[in-house]
């Protein structure tokens, strides 16, 4: 590369800590200054085009870059930024004077390229929870001191230079040394040194040092392109890391064309989101200078108007209302003496007070020694709720134009925000306003929401409501957080607007299904979300998998579920019709496999039983749709057979007794047919624990029943009692108490005992010799049968 | 090192450590508050140790420094001290040497008891004398705050929350007055800079005689809690058992570090409810089981070797000790001991075979 004179000179580096009030501050005075004629400035390249939205006076920050590969398998990454980012105030500055800003590291589609790779390359190590991984890469955040995740010996380097500095940790040591530099260049100055330091120490054949040397040359290439572009390297400023401040002189080879093409890439796009000040202090890796964005705001506003004198006395002192607002009375004296303290604490250090003396005295006076008194209102003062917000139109997704534009016609605005609220829904039709818009308004509401829960995007989260069974009452719980918004940016892919979105991931889903009880969920799903076309792709895909299907339980489920859905139906606006010819089928199906599915063991007869009961419900609650002779029948050939599963036959026949298709005469005839001696005793028995497991007064009122029983438990042998005891035993296992009482009413009226006196027996200790003979009872081996 | 030559039983921090003090006065750089001998950041260096020159100064607070900080900027802005914590916490050492680093005397102290009148706080009469002359200075008993108001220097008012309130509440306008009155000598006795009160209280005594608001409000609080890992700790107990055997005049070798690793250990576990790796629970006695605690317990350990063996603390020694300090007087500390050490201790392995079975044996009497 050939040099000419003007290109051999360096231009004006400045280096920065990313979200640092000071560098912020310093930088601006070194632009005034300097006055140059093009900034550049530390930030994926192409993200030049947003660069007017950020600056708007209608963004209001926190706000974040948010690049995107444009398919599968997602990968993202956030640049976030604070009014008191340096890099923010470098724009705003430019804006205001006029001058070209620019970005000059790597396009996004390279550093979406490294994090595939890397992924790829440590499976293992790196790979977090999902696919789509949402933590931005360490690049982009943490410049002044570097992150690396995989190497704690960079962790203990921060920490030694925190303990050789006596310092309790690293940030209080940056914002002693860094943040409370004001002299001219001062701040400049020593992170250059810091960033030198840090150069020496670091490991550059690791993946990550390899990929920080790539950017350094790539944004040399920059430099070099604005040099060509007619720009004296003096009428340049370069803000960048403090690690990089070094790295961008002309005595390095900047990358060329064939260098840059050989880059991993992945096809990404960029938006604009808004980020939130817990999202800022939660992401803050090692050094990055953000665990505080509150305070951190607190002080770049104290630098502009001048009072940084006073920071300490307005920190402790809205710590100290904070306090009050939650009910912990401190008086301004312990505010006073608070800020003294934290004075002398610093003083001992020749410094003003840094967050870390400013907490302590907060612990000490406000607390009164106790860090869990003030600890909530500290947290509210260093980090805050607060949310960023874009002017409409901005973002650069137009599924987030879509979201934007829902929450404003729904009105969930309010809603849009750091601080979790309940949103109570009442989806019925409300007849007192005017407009059908405003009369369904709450059913959109929960449409919406359904619909970005379906789209997985963390912001409301469905609660359970009081009421049980209601289908017109929702209760939500929201919160907006920045994962929200890249969750949907996220789902950008799947479609154009959220409707489309979930659109298209129903019809995936249904694609993949091959249950019927998945499909009738998929229907359920797509009818809270008030989506009809995919109501009607999912009926035809149920439809379809039901003609194979003859799993009784299956079918069982999937029909209460479309009985549900159809019920719901005038609650949701939406047109049941289609639906029910698909419940008649499902319902036919699932009767006609009643019978067959009926011959089996014991333990699918239990998870049988719920099978049967839904569908005898969907019988009762739509016998004009379906055909309700059949499942009557169906139920008549369970109760009589033989060979199948005693307990569902007694439970068939305590369905028909409910129904009163039995005459009394017949179920005593079938009671003394199922209990007549000689009969095994886990057929008898257990025919009748299916009978007594519904109705329960029917059987009670009908004494010659317990009779019968009476007479069968009588003609036992010794052994066979033993065995038919576990199925009696378990069929009034979940008898109340009064209903015991009642049996034992009538076995006394059958054994004429006074009714008194029985249940008095009954309910007596039991002697030495009941408890022995029971205690044989327990030894018996219960497996055998 | 503390020096060996004096008879008394246990000398005040000043004179013990007289030779680090005097170096921290000489070496001084840095303005000194009013009424203080040396600079607020040499007091902390007295205390948490560190180098003067070529002298080492022996750390006395071991761990937390930020909490010294803390206590120390306290008595620079003029606000009275209390120090909070559990019964062995080194509450009082940590407010002695604080007095002793800022005045060179440690000894205006006020112990606050049950009995403790508003008179040991403010002033009395030499009775014979008022009755003779009336009235005057020389009949006038002046009570250590008195003594620390008028010279401008720190009292220490130890476990305050066991005077009866009506006492504690004498200190309230002394506190935001920084003035006594003697109405019968009809004056008032205005509080020197550098005045100021360290107070302790034990949070085991927490409703016994809990402060009024008002009173609290005139002080900064600072909770000191017990040794945040085993390494502090052991520190601390090794530290402080070495000082007390030279002392004490204890004529026994200092236990080794392993011994003193096992006391400590014992101890955690007990007080935490759980071994130190978390794996087991263990109950509780109902004792603190303090740092204070292990300290005497080795030092004990010291003398009865020292004196009835062969001047080397063994395994019996320490038993004795442990069986003393874990049962007071419950009998569910009995369990909790008996469980403790078929539970834990006895699945330790070989090196605390030895321990274990002497524990056994003195536990089975």
Same mark, same amino acid.
């Given at each position: 590369?050939?040099?000419?004179?003007?290109?051999?000179?360096?231009?004006?580096?400045?280096?920065?800590?990313?979200?640092?009030?000071?560098?912020?501050?310093?930088?601006?005075?070194?632009?005034?200054?300097?006055?140059?004629?093009?900034?550049?400035?530390?930030?994926?390249?192409?993200?030049?085009?947003?660069?007017?939205?950020?600056?708007?006076?209608?963004?209001?920050?926190?706000?974040?870059?948010?690049?995107?590969?444009?398919?599968?398998?997602?990968?993202?990454?956030?640049?976030?930024?604070?009014?008191?980012?340096?890099?923010?105030?470098?724009?705003?500055?430019?804006?205001?004077?006029?001058?070209?800003?620019?970005?000059?590291?790597?396009?996004?589609?390279?550093?979406?390229?490294?994090?595939?790779?890397?992924?790829?390359?440590?499976?293992?190590?790196?790979?977090?929870?999902?696919?789509?991984?949402?933590?931005?890469?360490?690049?982009?955040?943490?410049?002044?001191?570097?992150?690396?995740?995989?190497?704690?010996?960079?962790?203990?380097?921060?920490?030694?230079?925190?303990?050789?500095?006596?310092?309790?940790?690293?940030?209080?040591?940056?914002?002693?040394?860094?943040?409370?530099?004001?002299?001219?260049?001062?701040?400049?100055?020593?992170?250059?040194?810091?960033?030198?330091?840090?150069?020496?120490?670091?490991?550059?054949?690791?993946?990550?040092?390899?990929?920080?040397?790539?950017?350094?040359?790539?944004?040399?290439?920059?430099?070099?392109?604005?040099?060509?572009?007619?720009?004296?390297?003096?009428?340049?400023?370069?803000?960048?890391?403090?690690?990089?401040?070094?790295?961008?002189?002309?005595?390095?080879?900047?990358?060329?064309?064939?260098?840059?093409?050989?880059?991993?890439?992945?096809?990404?796009?960029?938006?604009?989101?808004?980020?939130?000040?817990?999202?800022?202090?939660?992401?803050?890796?090692?050094?990055?200078?953000?665990?505080?964005?509150?305070?951190?705001?607190?002080?770049?506003?104290?630098?502009?108007?001048?009072?940084?004198?006073?920071?300490?006395?307005?920190?402790?002192?809205?710590?100290?209302?904070?306090?009050?607002?939650?009910?912990?009375?401190?008086?301004?004296?312990?505010?006073?003496?608070?800020?003294?303290?934290?004075?002398?604490?610093?003083?001992?250090?020749?410094?003003?007070?840094?967050?870390?003396?400013?907490?302590?005295?907060?612990?000490?006076?406000?607390?009164?020694?106790?860090?869990?008194?003030?600890?909530?209102?500290?947290?509210?003062?260093?980090?805050?709720?607060?949310?960023?917000?874009?002017?409409?139109?901005?973002?650069?997704?137009?599924?987030?134009?879509?979201?934007?534009?829902?929450?404003?016609?729904?009105?969930?605005?309010?809603?849009?925000?750091?601080?979790?609220?309940?949103?109570?829904?009442?989806?019925?039709?409300?007849?007192?306003?005017?407009?059908?818009?405003?009369?369904?308004?709450?059913?959109?509401?929960?449409?919406?929401?359904?619909?970005?829960?379906?789209?997985?995007?963390?912001?409301?989260?469905?609660?359970?409501?009081?009421?049980?069974?209601?289908?017109?009452?929702?209760?939500?719980?929201?919160?907006?957080?920045?994962?929200?918004?890249?969750?949907?940016?996220?789902?950008?892919?799947?479609?154009?607007?959220?409707?489309?979105?979930?659109?298209?991931?129903?019809?995936?889903?249904?694609?993949?299904?091959?249950?019927?009880?998945?499909?009738?969920?998929?229907?359920?799903?797509?009818?809270?979300?008030?989506?009809?076309?995919?109501?009607?792709?999912?009926?035809?895909?149920?439809?379809?998998?039901?003609?194979?299907?003859?799993?009784?339980?299956?079918?069982?489920?999937?029909?209460?579920?479309?009985?549900?859905?159809?019920?719901?139906?005038?609650?949701?606006?939406?047109?049941?019709?289609?639906?029910?010819?698909?419940?008649?089928?499902?319902?036919?199906?699932?009767?006609?496999?009643?019978?067959?599915?009926?011959?089996?063991?014991?333990?699918?007869?239990?998870?049988?039983?719920?099978?049967?009961?839904?569908?005898?419900?969907?019988?009762?609650?739509?016998?004009?749709?379906?055909?309700?002779?059949?499942?009557?029948?169906?139920?008549?050939?369970?109760?009589?057979?033989?060979?199948?599963?005693?307990?569902?036959?007694?439970?068939?026949?305590?369905?028909?007794?409910?129904?009163?298709?039995?005459?009394?005469?017949?179920?005593?005839?079938?009671?003394?047919?199922?209990?007549?001696?000689?009969?095994?005793?886990?057929?008898?028995?257990?025919?009748?624990?299916?009978?007594?497991?519904?109705?329960?007064?029917?059987?009670?009122?009908?004494?010659?029943?317990?009779?019968?029983?009476?007479?069968?438990?009588?003609?036992?042998?010794?052994?066979?009692?033993?065995?038919?005891?576990?199925?009696?035993?378990?069929?009034?296992?979940?008898?109340?108490?009064?209903?015991?009482?009642?049996?034992?009413?009538?076995?006394?009226?059958?054994?004429?005992?006074?009714?008194?006196?029985?249940?008095?027996?009954?309910?007596?200790?039991?002697?030495?010799?009941?408890?022995?003979?029971?205690?044989?009872?327990?030894?018996?081996?219960?497996?055998?049968? | 090192?503390?020096?060996?030559?004096?008879?008394?039983?246990?000398?005040?921090?000043?004179?013990?450590?007289?030779?680090?003090?005097?170096?921290?006065?000489?070496?001084?750089?840095?303005?000194?508050?009013?009424?203080?001998?040396?600079?607020?950041?040499?007091?902390?260096?007295?205390?948490?140790?560190?180098?003067?020159?070529?002298?080492?100064?022996?750390?006395?607070?071991?761990?937390?420094?930020?909490?010294?900080?803390?206590?120390?900027?306290?008595?620079?802005?003029?606000?009275?001290?209390?120090?909070?914590?559990?019964?062995?916490?080194?509450?009082?050492?940590?407010?002695?040497?604080?007095?002793?680093?800022?005045?060179? +005397?440690?000894?205006?102290?006020?112990?606050?008891?049950?009995?403790?009148?508003?008179?040991?706080?403010?002033?009395?009469?030499?009775?014979?004398?008022?009755?003779?002359?009336?009235?005057?200075?020389?009949?006038?008993?002046?009570?250590?705050?008195?003594?620390?108001?008028?010279?401008?220097?720190?009292?220490?008012?130890?476990?305050?929350?066991?005077?009866?309130?009506?006492?504690?509440?004498?200190?309230?306008?002394?506190?935001?007055?920084?003035?006594?009155?003697?109405?019968?000598?009809?004056?008032?006795?205005?509080?020197?800079?550098?005045?100021?009160?360290?107070?302790?209280?034990?949070?085991? +005594?927490?409703?016994?005689? +809990?402060?009024?608001?008002?009173?609290?409000?005139?002080?900064?609080?600072?909770?000191?809690?017990?040794?945040?890992?085993?390494?502090?700790?052991?520190?601390?107990?090794?530290?402080?058992?070495?000082?007390?055997?030279?002392?004490?005049?204890?004529?026994?070798?200092?236990?080794?570090?392993?011994?003193?690793?096992?006391?400590?250990?014992?101890?955690?576990?007990?007080?935490?409810?759980?071994?130190? +790796?978390?794996?087991?629970?263990?109950?509780?006695?109902?004792?603190?089981?303090?740092?204070?605690?292990?300290?005497?317990?080795?030092?004990?350990?010291?003398?009865?070797?020292?004196?009835?063996?062969?001047?080397?603390?063994?395994?019996?020694?320490?038993?004795?000790?442990?069986?003393?300090?874990?049962?007071?007087?419950?009998?569910?500390?009995?369990?909790?001991?008996?469980?403790?050490?078929?539970?834990?201790?006895?699945?330790?392995?070989?090196?605390?075979?030895?321990?274990?079975?002497?524990?056994?044996?003195?536990?089975?009497?």
């Amino acid at each position: 590369m050939s040099k000419t004179p003007a290109m051999s000179a360096t231009p004006h580096i400045f280096g920065v800590r990313h979200l640092s009030p000071t560098a912020a501050w310093h930088l601006r005075q070194f632009l005034d200054r300097i006055q140059p004629k093009l900034v550049l400035i530390e930030g994926s390249e192409n993200a030049n085009h947003l660069i007017p939205h950020i600056v708007s006076a209608k963004s209001k920050l926190p706000i974040a870059i948010l690049a995107y590969t444009t398919d599968p398998p997602v990968r993202t990454f956030v640049y976030p930024l604070a009014t008191y980012s340096p890099e923010y105030q470098a724009l705003v500055w430019c804006e205001e004077n006029k001058v070209k800003a620019r970005f000059m590291d790597l396009p996004s589609s390279v550093f979406l390229g490294f994090m595939d790779r890397n992924r790829t390359a440590f499976p293992k190590k790196e790979e977090p929870k999902s696919e789509t991984q949402k933590e931005p890469p360490g690049e982009k955040e943490e410049e002044g001191a570097e992150e690396n995740e995989a190497k704690p010996r960079t962790f203990s380097i921060y920490e030694r230079v925190a303990q050789l500095a006596g310092e309790p940790d690293y940030e209080t040591y940056w914002e002693r040394h860094f943040e409370q530099l004001r002299g001219e260049n001062s701040y400049r100055n020593a992170t250059r040194n810091f960033g030198e330091e840090l150069r020496g120490m670091e490991d550059f054949s690791t993946r990550h040092g390899a990929e920080t040397l790539v950017r350094e040359a790539y944004m040399r290439r920059k430099l070099q392109q604005a040099y060509a572009d007619g720009f004296k390297p003096e009428q340049i400023v370069v803000v960048t890391g403090a690690f990089h401040a070094l790295a961008l002189g002309p005595e390095l080879a900047a990358m060329n064309d064939e260098e840059f093409a050989r880059l991993p890439q992945r096809e990404s796009k960029l938006t604009l989101m808004p980020y939130s000040f817990f999202k800022l202090s939660s992401q803050s890796g090692y050094g990055a200078g953000n665990h505080a964005p509150a305070y951190f705001e607190m002080v770049w506003n104290a630098y502009n108007d001048n009072t940084t004198t006073l920071l300490p006395a307005r920190f402790l002192t809205s710590v100290a209302q904070e306090l009050r607002s939650g009910g912990t009375f401190r008086s301004t004296a312990e505010v006073i003496d608070s800020v003294r303290l934290a004075g002398t604490m610093a003083d001992l250090r020749n410094s003003l007070p840094t967050l870390r003396e400013l907490q302590d005295a907060a612990v000490t006076l406000l607390g009164q020694g106790d860090p869990v008194v003030v600890r909530e209102s500290l947290l509210r003062v260093e980090i805050g709720t607060r949310v960023g917000a874009l002017a409409k139109g901005v973002s650069q997704t137009s599924i987030q134009d879509d979201f934007y534009r829902e929450l404003s016609r729904l009105k969930l605005e309010p809603f849009k925000s750091g601080v979790k609220r309940d949103l109570d829904l009442d989806l019925r039709e409300n007849r007192r306003v005017k407009s059908a818009e405003a009369a369904f308004l709450d059913l959109h509401r929960s449409s919406f929401l359904h619909r970005l829960s379906a789209l997985e995007v963390p912001f409301g989260k469905k609660l359970n409501v009081r009421q049980e069974g209601t289908t017109w009452a929702e209760r939500w719980a929201l919160q907006w957080t920045p994962e929200a918004e890249i969750a949907i940016v996220e789902a950008v892919l799947l479609g154009e607007t959220i409707e489309l979105a979930v659109a298209y991931k129903f019809k995936q889903q249904l694609e993949k299904c091959t249950s019927i009880t998945e499909a009738s969920t998929i229907i359920r799903q797509a009818c809270e979300c008030g989506m009809s076309a995919s109501i009607e792709l999912a009926r035809q895909t149920l439809q379809r998998l039901a003609n194979d299907s003859s799993d009784f339980n299956a079918l069982a489920a999937a029909t209460y579920e479309l009985g549900l859905v159809i019920r719901y139906g005038d609650v949701r606006q939406f047109e049941a019709e289609p639906l029910k010819p698909l419940l008649e089928q499902l319902f036919l199906e699932g009767a006609l496999s009643l019978v067959a599915n009926a011959n089996c063991d014991l333990a699918a007869a239990r998870s049988m039983v719920a099978g049967i009961n839904e569908l005898n419900k969907i019988a009762l609650d739509y016998s004009a749709l379906i055909d309700e002779p059949l499942w009557i029948s169906e139920l008549q050939k369970l109760a009589r057979a033989d060979h199948l599963s005693p307990i569902l036959s007694g439970y068939a026949c305590a369905l028909l007794v409910e129904r009163n298709l039995i005459s009394n005469e017949e179920l005593a005839r079938e009671v003394s047919r199922r209990l007549s001696p000689g009969i095994p005793a886990d057929l008898g028995a257990g025919w009748f624990e299916g009978l007594a497991q519904r109705n329960r007064y029917a059987l009670l009122t009908r004494l010659s029943l317990w009779e019968q029983l009476d007479q069968y438990v009588k003609g036992l042998s010794e052994e066979e009692f033993r065995r038919a005891l576990v199925f009696l035993r378990r069929a009034f296992g979940d008898f109340s108490p009064q209903e015991k009482r009642n049996i034992t009413e009538n076995l006394g009226e059958i054994w004429g005992v006074n009714a008194e006196h029985a249940s008095e027996v009954l309910n007596a200790e039991l002697t030495e010799k009941e408890k022995k003979k029971l205690d044989e009872l327990s030894d018996f081996n219960f497996e055998e049968l | 090192m503390p020096k060996e030559t004096s008879q008394e039983l246990r000398q005040p921090a000043e004179i013990l450590y007289a030779e680090e003090l005097d170096a921290l006065i000489k070496a001084e750089q840095h303005p000194v508050p009013a009424g203080w001998r040396m600079s607020p950041r040499s007091v902390l260096v007295y205390i948490c140790g560190g180098k003067c020159g070529k002298l080492n100064i022996t750390p006395k607070y071991i761990g937390h420094q930020r909490l010294v900080e803390i206590a120390i900027s306290t008595l620079v802005t003029d606000r009275a001290l209390l120090l909070i914590g559990e019964p062995g916490t080194a509450k009082s050492w940590l407010s002695e040497h604080l007095a002793a680093a800022i005045n060179g +005397d440690s000894t205006k102290v006020v112990q606050g008891t049950a009995g403790t009148t508003e008179e040991q706080i403010r002033y009395t009469w030499n009775y014979a004398m008022l009755i003779a002359r009336g009235p005057s200075n020389e009949s006038l008993i002046k009570s250590s705050i008195f003594r620390a108001m008028e010279s401008g220097s720190i009292a220490r008012f130890e476990e305050i929350t066991r005077c009866a309130s009506e006492v504690q509440d004498a200190l309230i306008s002394l506190l935001s007055e920084k003035r006594l009155s003697v109405p019968e000598l009809v004056t008032e006795v205005p509080a020197q800079r550098g005045f100021s009160v360290v107070a302790t209280a034990n949070t085991r +005594d927490r409703g016994v005689n +809990d402060m009024s608001a008002a009173l609290k409000r005139r002080f900064n609080i600072v909770v000191l809690p017990a040794p945040a890992d085993l390494e502090t700790e052991v520190s601390i107990v090794t530290k402080r058992v070495g000082e007390l055997a030279i002392n004490l005049q204890l004529r026994a070798e200092i236990p080794d570090e392993e011994a003193i690793i096992k006391i400590v250990t014992i101890f955690r576990e007990l007080r935490a409810g759980q071994t130190l +790796d978390g794996k087991n629970k263990v109950k509780t006695p109902s004792g603190v089981l303090s740092t204070a605690e292990a300290i005497s317990l080795l030092a004990n350990s010291m003398a009865l070797s020292g004196n009835f063996g062969d001047g080397k603390v063994n395994d019996n020694d320490l038993a004795s000790g442990l069986q003393g300090a874990v049962v007071k007087d419950d009998d569910k500390d009995v369990v909790v001991w008996k469980d403790y050490l078929a539970n834990v201790m006895k699945k330790r392995g070989a090196s605390w075979r030895g321990l274990y079975s002497a524990c056994q044996e003195h536990a089975g009497e």
